[in-house]
């Protein structure tokens, strides 16, 4: 008896183990879709257009600031309970690092909130991405090519 009450022990000891692990991580967020920016903290929005779209894993920014063309910015993604970290096609991490993330309960708004910048709140609407945004967009590779990237 007491050679199969150990093994039963120890295998139910592995599954309670497993059980508290699962309970303590939050899932992660779902953000995918399409959104468009509606405000950036202390930035004056009329000089500012951003929309950007999530995928699995990999992002795509489309950014006007002040006159010109959009610029289009591609990257990676990974969301961890309510934190998000990525980086820009040309190994450039996210602007803000890492970013506290979290939806509305019905997902038609993000909110963004750099973690070494909890000031600089980025909140994004649902939106499609118009076509003439993305069809008219630069390519942009790197940061020599735009000064501030928004996201």
Not at 26 to 54: K, N, Q, T
Not at 95 to 124: A, C, F, K, M, R
Not at 128 to 148: C, F, H, M, Y
Request: proline share 5%.
């Amino acid at each position: 008896m007491k050679n199969i009450l150990y093994p039963v022990l120890a295998i139910f000891l592995a599954f309670v183990c497993a059980a508290c692990s699962k309970q303590d991580s939050a899932p992660s967020l779902d953000i995918s879709g399409e959104w468009h920016l509606v405000s950036a903290g202390d930035l004056p929005m009329a000089s500012i257009d951003v929309y950007v779209s999530f995928g699995k894993g990999t992002f795509d920014l489309y950014q006007m600031l002040g006159e010109g063309r959009y610029r289009h910015y591609g990257g990676t993604y990974s969301v961890q309970g309510d934190v998000m970290t990525g980086q820009y096609s040309d190994g450039e991490p996210l602007g803000g690092g890492s970013y506290t993330v979290s939806l509305e309960s019905d997902n038609s708004t993000l909110t963004l909130i750099p973690q070494n910048d909890p000031d600089e709140i980025s909140v994004y609407e649902h939106a499609v991405i118009p076509n003439e945004v993305i069809g008219n967009a630069i390519e942009t590779k790197s940061l020599i090519d735009n000064e501030r990237r928004m996201l």
